[in-house]
């Protein structure tokens, strides 16, 4: 079936010519996936896998886990074997795969009987590279005693973390995976998983029988994806002007924490003429695939979904991923957010989070039912730990990083790098406001939300103030200095800090903290974040030009690593020059995709078709040293290519 990787000499019988697994390796990666070198610890993994090394592989959405077992694979004599969750995605994988002339194939539930006979001929006469199953499918005696017929060189167990029983995506069938240990003791096993938490890593470890397994731990950074949380105010406006200042017609999520949130926002920006879908597991499986498909597959649909959108969504070219509620945790916003940008170009996750959130999310926690007091625990320390990613004022990705144990320093791209925020000193106001809450509790007997505690510090005669007398309060009016939106800001870092709970069996009702009386007594200071709610079109303006002077003295561009270096939304003389030939590239690429009914990505990935309009080939030759044009893109391609440079 395939032509180059039956080409490519395998281990089991190298020759001294060759020059051993090492330099089979780096032949694997220039003529197949046409790229120069290996990333970070991809050769070290490549090595130790094709040598029959188990190995635990911890890699950021993006970082490049793919090769880790595809190369192995392609070296190793036998059929690699992936393990994947990702049912819906595996026919595109596939298509990929042979895209570069590997032998790959799937076996699920979507296929044929006929389809699925033709997989299991092909296996067993050992014609395949790759071969990808469904965790359920794997694990019954039909499908075990199919791998057995041929010779498995490899088990590669994606998505790793889907073991983990705590997290969102647990599969129990998972757990049946250690069973490959026992039947194939010599097989090297491959575990990967883009969530780095300590606690999933152990559990992979220990739930996989990978214990003794070597583990290659990546930085989590991705250096590519530009962080900016602001303030809600009006929040799909601001939505809509983030897509249509800065993505305008590209391809993006919008995370959301309802489905009738999803459905709703999506038709609010389709009535705006943002190409709009909306996803959640509440639609039907048939229509949900319709959804993913059209984002894979057309240029620039936006998906707004709930959390149920994600997992294994490898498109390369997603420019943005934007969040109008907080998410729960820091791991599944940084995963979430690594949904943008994988093709290593500049890509932006943006939020917008307010006071509303927090009290909704505190109050989700002090009411939802959990089955101990240490899962409970566990909820609070995640809002914790993402309330303080939202009111730091320090550099965004060193305070993610160090939620995963990395230590970095200011990164330079995130908006509290481009754009250091001020703190003030809101002490005093927060005393203010605490006392009122201690006052209403103590004088009234009453406990309130936000919004009546704000209108008696601002002193505003509403129906309630004066119907419940709240004029007389000695608090009352002492807080006019401030607006409402500054009220609200104080309100929300005290609740980030743990000085305000929102309190048990009411609608976001507040309570004093023992931290709270701390501030009460003066024994603790509260600096909040200024807020810069400027109008948000210039803001992105300024951003913009603010982002290109940073990034031309400390380097922003060149961390977005890969392909030409030029952002998703171009300027400069350098773009004049090339934009028109990439242009006219990708509707040659959208042509060629149209016509082999395969996702735009599969012939190429944004970042070759920049460099070719960068450096314009003349002959296949200087074709060939683009990254991402290897031997079977080059045959497949390379002339049609050569005659759009060159018409
Ligand atoms: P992951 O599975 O870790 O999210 P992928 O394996 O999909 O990441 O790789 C992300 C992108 O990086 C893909 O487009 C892939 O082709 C590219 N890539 C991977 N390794 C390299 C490399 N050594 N050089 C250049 N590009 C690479
Ligand atoms: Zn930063």
Redesign the pocket.
């Known amino acids: 079936m395939s032509l180059m990787c039956r080409n490519l000499p395998r281990v089991d019988n190298t020759s001294m010519d060759d020059g051993g697994p090492t330099a089979l390796a780096s032949r694997a ?1 220039r003529e197949v ?1 046409g ?1 120069a ?3 970070g610890d ?1 050769a070290d993994i490549v090595e130790h896998v094709t040598n029959g090394g188990d190995a635990i592989v911890l ?1 950021p ?7 880790c077992y595809q190369i192995p694979a392609l070296l190793r004599q036998g059929t690699g074997i992936v393990v994947s969750p990702l049912v819906a995605l595996m026919e595109d994988q596939v298509t990929a795969l042979r895209g570069l002339g590997i032998s790959a194939a799937y076996l699920n539930s979507t296929l044929s009987w006929e389809g699925q006979r033709e997989v299991e001929a092909a296996h067993r006469s050992g014609e395949l590279d790759l071969l990808y199953v469904a965790p359920e499918r794997l694990l019954g005696e039909g499908t075990l005693g199919l791998v057995a017929s041929g010779k498995p060189a490899l088990f590669a167990i994606d998505e790793a973390h889907c073991v983990s029983q705590w997290g969102h995506d647990f599969r129990p069938d998972y757990l049946g995976l250690d069973t490959l240990a026992k039947r194939w003791p010599g097989v090297p096993r491959i575990a990967l998983t ?1 969530t780095a938490t300590l606690q999933t890593r152990e559990e992979i470890a220990t739930r996989l029988g990978l214990g003794a397994a070597r583990l290659f731990v990546s930085s989590f950074d991705r250096p590519n994806i530009r962080y900016l949380i602001e303030p809600k105010a009006q929040v799909r406006d601001q939505l809509l002007r983030f897509l249509r200042d800065k993505h305008p017609g590209e391809a993006g999520i919008v995370y959301t924490m309802t489905r009738s949130s999803t459905e709703e926002v999506a038709s609010w920006l389709r009535a705006r003429g943002v190409e709009a879908l909306a996803y959640h597991a509440g639609m039907e499986a048939s229509e949900r695939r319709k959804v993913l498909n059209r984002f894979l597959r057309e240029d620039g649909v936006v998906v707004v979904a709930t959390i149920a959108f994600g997992m294994g969504i ?1 498109k ?1 070219d997603v420019r943005f991923v934007a969040h109008i509620d907080l998410p729960r945790s820091v791991e599944g916003y940084y995963q979430e957010t690594g949904r943008a940008g ?3 170009l500049e890509a932006e996750a943006w939020m917008a989070y307010g006071l509303s959130d927090v009290i909704r999310m505190r109050r989700l926690l002090a009411t939802s039912e959990v089955d101990s007091p240490s899962h409970r625990r566990n909820q609070e320390a995640h809002l914790e730990a993402m309330l303080a990613l939202c009111e730091t004022v320090e550099c965004r990705r060193v305070n993610m990083l160090g939620y995963f144990g990395e230590s970095s320093s200011a990164c330079g791209n995130c908006d509290t790098c481009l754009a250091p925020p001020e703190s003030w000193d809101a002490t005093v106001p927060a005393q203010k406001l605490l006392s009122t809450v201690v006052r209403l509790r103590r004088e009234r007997n009453e406990r309130y939300g936000a919004g009546q505690v704000i209108d008696i510090l601002r002193g505003k005669t509403t129906d309630r103030v004066e119907a419940r007398g709240h004029s007389t309060l000695s608090t009352w009016g002492i807080g006019a200095d401030l607006d409402v939106a500054q009220w609200r800001a104080v309100t929300r870092a005290l609740l980030a800090r743990g000085e305000l709970a929102v309190e048990e069996g009411g609608h976001g009702v507040l309570g004093i903290t023992p931290s709270g009386w701390e501030v009460l007594r003066g024994d603790r200071e509260v600096a909040v974040r200024r807020e810069v709610i400027a109008p948000p079109a210039p803001k992105a303006r300024r951003k913009r030009a603010a982002g290109a002077g940073v990034g031309a003295s400390a380097g922003v561009g060149a961390s977005a690593g ?1 392909g030409a270096g030029a952002g998703t939304a171009p300027s400069g003389p350098e773009d004049s020059r090339t934009r028109p030939l990439f242009e006219q590239l990708r509707a040659w690429r959208a042509a060629e995709a149209k016509n082999r009914g395969v996702p735009a990505y599969v012939i190429f ?1 944004d970042s070759p078709l920049r460099s070719i309009a960068e450096f314009r080939p003349s002959t296949l030759d200087e074709l060939s040293e683009i ?1 991402g044009v290897g031997k079977a893109k080059l045959a497949a391609y390379g002339e049609a290519i050569l005659a759009i440079v060159h018409p």
């Open positions: 990666l996936y790229y070198t290996f990333r991809q890699m959405t993006g970082g490049g886990k793919s090769l883009a490898d390369p994988r093709d290593g890969a990935h990254s």
